[in-house]
């Protein structure tokens, strides 16, 4: 096909960056002129972060560095973005200015645990990089109490991984001879685990009530006082705490704020439900960072990216007008004793949201596996040298 050449910037290497542009770049070779610009050094799946708190893997291990992203058409730079003007299409980083012709916002959702008082003074965060990894050393030395894995925010990503965190913490106390001597609950703002999905939240709640875990329903913690030992919940009650394992205030990065894309802090980018374009022409926003409706998990944010390729695609070399973004995903999830179940959701096709339960099974644990390391294989190996 006839390309267009165009000026491809996209901000944020996670889950949408990294699809959009090994897409892009798979379809168009050399003819592709995109920037991916992050400000970090490595990609680390969410659900790595699990494994290397529970000893399940090595850092080392979790960790993909940005300097393998060698794709045609593909520069990764990395550095901090400070300012976007989505009128001009033009980005500011420490590196320099970007001029685009087309803009993919996929910055991810930040994470704010100084708005929890007492979190960071007295608790751990398992949700950051650095979190997760610091709590390998931490949960190894807790030996007796009460352990309180408690969102604290109404909006967070990946909406399983508070339960999966107690259901593997309950295997690895219990595989230390601690677990009679020590409590577990689960504090969540939502009424049931995983609100589309009635059958998954049935299997969680099972679990949980065979292992002792509790769930503390429609609510957050609010603040942790670490010389009582307590935490404060959104309704005033408080809940003995020796261990607080926090899930932070999330929000909309500030320089997305400041450039006007997003309404404020906490009012993710609005965008069209079908082609994820923001209302400036051209711009786009995938992933967490999107306010369109779908959970904060990476397999929206690459649904998303399909979509916005797509739409590109079209536009640069007037293929087909691409299908309107549906909002569907399945999602692994871990119930502990090495079980994986998963729960495939649709949130946009019909009037209201669904969610399957796929019951755990070994194909799954095999299934995840293979999610993780396709991944790895399509982002991370050196793309075709020219268009396909
Ligand atoms: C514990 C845990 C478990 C999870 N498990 C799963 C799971 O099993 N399945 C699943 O699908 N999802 C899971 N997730 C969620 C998943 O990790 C995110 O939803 C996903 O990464 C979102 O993709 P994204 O591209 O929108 O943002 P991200 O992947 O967060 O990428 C955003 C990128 O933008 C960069 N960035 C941000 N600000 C700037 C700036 N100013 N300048 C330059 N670069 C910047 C960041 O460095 C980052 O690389 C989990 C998350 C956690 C925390």
Redesign the pocket.
């Known amino acids: 096909m006839t390309v267009v050449r165009s000026r491809v910037v996209v901000?944020?290497?996670?889950?949408?960056?990294?699809?959009l542009a090994t897409l892009l770049s798979d379809a168009l070779g050399d003819a592709l002129d995109l920037v991916l610009?992050?400000?970090?050094e490595a990609?680390?799946?969410?659900?790595?972060?699990?494994d290397v708190m529970f000893g399940r893997k090595a850092p080392a291990e979790a960790v993909h560095s940005y300097s393998r992203v060698v794709k045609p058409g593909v520069r990764l730079v990395r550095?901090?973005?400070?300012a976007i003007d989505p009128t001009a299409k033009k980005v500011v980083?420490d590196y320099g200015t970007f001029e685009a012709d087309i803009l993919v916002v996929?910055?991810?959702?930040?994470l704010d645990p100084a708005a929890t008082p007492g979190l960071v003074e007295g608790g751990h965060e398992?949700?950051?990089v650095p979190g997760?990894f610091a709590l390998r050393e931490v949960l190894p030395r807790f030996e007796r109490g009460a352990v309180i894995i408690g969102v604290t925010g109404k909006s967070?990503?990946?909406p399983?991984?508070p339960s999966?965190?107690a259901l593997l913490l309950h295997d690895f106390l219990n595989a230390r001879g601690r677990r009679s001597a020590t409590e577990i609950a689960v504090v969540m703002p939502f009424g049931t685990p995983i609100p589309p999905s009635p059958d998954t939240s049935q299997a969680i709640l099972a679990a949980f009530a065979e292992r002792g875990i509790r769930f503390v329903k429609d609510n957050v913690v609010r603040m942790l006082d670490h010389e009582r030992k307590v935490v404060v919940l959104s309704d005033g009650t408080e809940m003995p705490c020796d261990l607080l394992l926090g899930?932070p205030v999330h929000r909309v990065?500030?320089?997305?704020v400041e450039s006007g894309l997003a309404p404020d802090a906490f009012g993710w980018v609005p965008v069209n439900k079908k082609t994820l374009e923001t209302s400036y022409p051209g711009v786009y926003a995938?992933?967490?960072?999107?306010g369109i409706g779908t959970?904060?998990?990476?397999?929206?944010?690459?649904g998303?990216?399909r979509t916005v390729a797509a739409g590109i695609l079209a536009q640069l070399g007037g293929g087909p007008a691409p299908e309107a973004y549906r909002g569907v995903?399945s999602?692994?999830?871990?119930f502990g004793h090495g079980a994986v179940g998963r729960v495939d959701v649709e949130f946009l096709a019909g009037p209201k949201s669904t969610g399957t339960f796929q019951e755990p099974s070994e194909a799954l644990v095999a299934e995840?596996r293979r999610?993780a390391s396709s991944r790895l294989e399509r982002w991370f190996a050196p793309g075709r040298a020219g268009p396909a």
């Not at 996929?106 to 930040?110: F, N």
């Open positions: 901000l944020g290497a996670g889950f949408g960056g990294l699809e610009i992050d400000k970090g990609f680390v799946f969410g659900f790595s972060k699990l550095s901090v973005v400070r980083t996929a910055l991810g959702a930040d398992f949700y950051s997760a967070f990503k990946c399983p991984a999966e965190t899930i990065p500030e320089v997305v995938v992933g967490d960072v999107n959970p904060k998990a990476g397999v929206f944010a690459e998303a990216a995903g999602c692994y999830v871990e995840k999610f």
